[in-house]
């Protein structure tokens, strides 16, 4: 199995930022249902005001060939393209791990 682990830094207010992670949130908690080798998703959004990330997110795929097909499917397209325009940083990690 692999873990995707994806942070989040946005641009805008404190209102603005957890308004455009919320509506993020949303989109991305839908992709199990529609996105085949999806098996779970999971999404926070930063609570702690003295962080500087906004939201992250871990997905568990069965494959590393699995990640490409969840990120390039055309609900994940439309869910990142929600965050797209804030986005000011980005960091990821894709591990293979045990179930």
Not at 28 to 57: C, H, M, T, Y
Not at 90 to 97: H, K, L, N
Request: hydrophobic share 50%.
């Amino acid at each position: 199995m692999v873990k995707h682990i994806v942070t989040f830094k946005l641009n805008g207010t404190a209102d603005e930022r957890l308004a455009v992670a919320t509506e993020f949130k949303n989109a991305l908690l839908k992709l199990p249902a529609v996105i085949e080798p999806l098996r779970s998703i999971e999404v926070g959004i930063n609570q702690n005001p003295a962080e500087d990330w906004d939201v992250v997110l871990t997905a568990i795929v069965p494959t590393m060939a699995d990640v490409a097909i969840y990120a390039n499917h055309p609900a994940h397209v439309a869910a990142a393209s929600i965050v797209g325009p804030h986005k000011q940083a980005r960091a990821c990690v894709d591990y293979e791990f045990d179930a």
